[in-house]
């Protein structure tokens, strides 16, 4: 053998080297290239992200036995929020329903989720609460008038929705971050598949 086939040997082996170094970087690098550049419908949020997140402020609320609670000491779950005009009627009660239910589905990690309805009527607030015994894990509380203020320019309400809603469906991070918005007559399938995935990536709550 030849010097020179032996040179060419040499290169043929570091050829094949550079070739399985390429082969191994596309393998571990397309997927994150891909997760860049592909992003199909079924993976964006089903409601509307708020941006940036509004740090709520901390407001007294009115509770069923007739004590206060602060809004801060509320969270540290991932929380839907509703804002009722006064009592909670048929509509209203549907649309609790299924938040409960996208909830439930979430199965051990439904304990990282709650649900809170905040009447704007403190006079019906025993009857608004009356729902518990249908949704056992519903948290209701009351505002007052300056309360009433503060949350409807934090939530940024536009008047009344449907059937004495204030606004939508409100979503809350574990540190009191408003995060989302859902439409009142959404599918609470959408609730299901975005909280799926916070939950999934976040280690809080």
Avoid at 23 to 48: C, E, H, I
Avoid at 167 to 186: F, K
Wanted: net charge positive.
């Amino acid at each position: 053998m030849t010097e020179l086939d032996d040179q060419k040997m040499v290169n043929r082996a570091r050829n094949k080297k550079r070739l399985i170094m390429v082969a191994l970087m596309m393998l571990f690098l397309t997927p994150v290239v891909a997760g860049w550049l592909w992003k199909p419908d079924s993976f964006r949020n089903r409601g509307n992200l708020i941006e940036p997140p509004v740090a709520l402020s901390n407001v007294s609320l009115m509770t069923v036995a007739g004590g206060v609670t602060d809004f801060n000491e509320i969270f540290g779950k991932w929380t839907y929020v509703l804002l009722l005009e006064n009592e909670c009627l048929a509509e209203c009660q549907q649309v609790i329903d299924g938040i409960e239910r996208a909830r439930i589905s979430l199965g051990k990690n439904e304990k990282r989720v709650r649900l809170l309805a905040i009447t704007f009527n403190p006079d019906d607030l025993a009857a608004v609460s009356g729902l518990v015994n249908k949704v056992p894990k519903l948290m209701v509380l009351a505002a007052g008038k300056t309360e009433q203020e503060i949350l409807t320019k934090q939530f940024k309400t536009n008047g009344l929705g449907a059937s004495g809603f204030l606004g939508q469906i409100y979503l809350v991070d574990p540190r009191g971050n408003l995060m989302m918005s859902y439409p009142l007559e959404g599918d609470p399938k959408d609730l299901h598949k975005d909280i799926g995935r916070l939950l999934r990536a976040s280690r809080i709550g």
